[in-house]
T-cell receptor
Framework: AQSVTQLGSHVSVSEGALVLLRCNYS??????LFWYVQYPNQGLQLLLK??????LVKGINGFEAEFKKSETSFHLTKPSAHMSDAAEYFC?????????????FGKGTHLIIQP | TAGITQAPTSQILAAGRSMTLRCTQD?????MYWYRQDLGLGLRLIHY???????GKGEVPDGYSVSRANTDDFPLTLASAVPSQTSVYFC?????????????FGAGSRLTVL
């Protein structure tokens, strides 16, 4: 069974600083990987996904993530944080079926942006 | 496009009572899901349905039931609510993009069981 570990339940960065949210996965097969964002009192929105087409994946709002098989990681980055990036971020994994039976989510990382 | 509509938005329920959370999608997606979100635990899959007429159990199915009579609707029923079912419930549907099932989520239903 696949699993996801997000390091750090809370991450605080200054506005304009680099954002780095960590995600490590466990899967017995080549995975599909996702990052979702949740703003307060809203559902989750897809930021980006990895489907083996390219290891560096660009998403919305200036975010990107790099798939590193040797490290079983899929960390999310953004060069310059904006106040509007404050939200909860979830990493998720699907197996070779692509997630037809559902995605497995990490516990989430709350991103705090300091002015 | 409405996407996923969930109702009610929030509800307070007495323990032992039954409750059905409604979920409707207008995207004609075959697959649908119910997750619960709890602080510090992330999202956990309750039940899913790959297509109308079929359902499957997720990670935390006990105390919940679902049905999928048609493509658009996927209600979640709590037959006899308990306080541990206090949570925010999210319905989602998915479409396949490059082999991956990309989920679209509703806005959630906040349930408090007293």
């Amino acid at each position: 069974a696949q699993s996801v570990t997000q390091l750090g339940s809370h991450v605080s960065v200054s506005e304009g600083a680099l954002v780095l949210l960590r995600c490590n996965y466990s899967s017995s097969v080549p995975p599909y990987l996702f990052w979702y964002v949740q703003y307060p009192n809203q559902g989750l929105q897809l930021l980006l996904k990895y489907t083996s087409a390219a290891t560096l994946v660009k998403g919305i709002n200036g975010f990107e993530a790099e798939f590193k098989k040797s490290e079983t990681s899929f960390h999310l980055t953004k060069p310059s944080a904006h106040m509007s990036d404050a939200a909860e971020y979830f990493c998720a994994v699907a197996d070779s079926g692509g997630g037809a039976d559902g995605l497995t989510f990490g516990k989430g990382t709350h991103l705090i942006i300091q002015p | 496009t409405a996407g996923i509509t969930q109702a009610p938005t929030s509800q307070i329920l007495a323990a032992g009572r039954s409750m059905t959370l409604r979920c409707t999608q207008d995207m004609r997606h075959n697959a649908m899901y119910w997750y619960r979100q709890d602080l510090g635990l992330g999202l956990r899959l309750i039940h899913y349905s790959n297509t109308a007429g079929t359902t499957g159990k997720g990670e935390v199915p006990d105390g919940y039931s679902v049905s999928r009579a048609n493509t658009d609707d996927f209600p979640l029923t709590l037959a006899s609510a308990v306080p541990s079912q206090t949570s925010v419930y999210f319905c989602a549907s998915s479409e396949q993009i490059s082999g991956a099932n990309v989920l679209t989520f509703g806005a959630g239903s906040r349930l408090t069981v007293l």
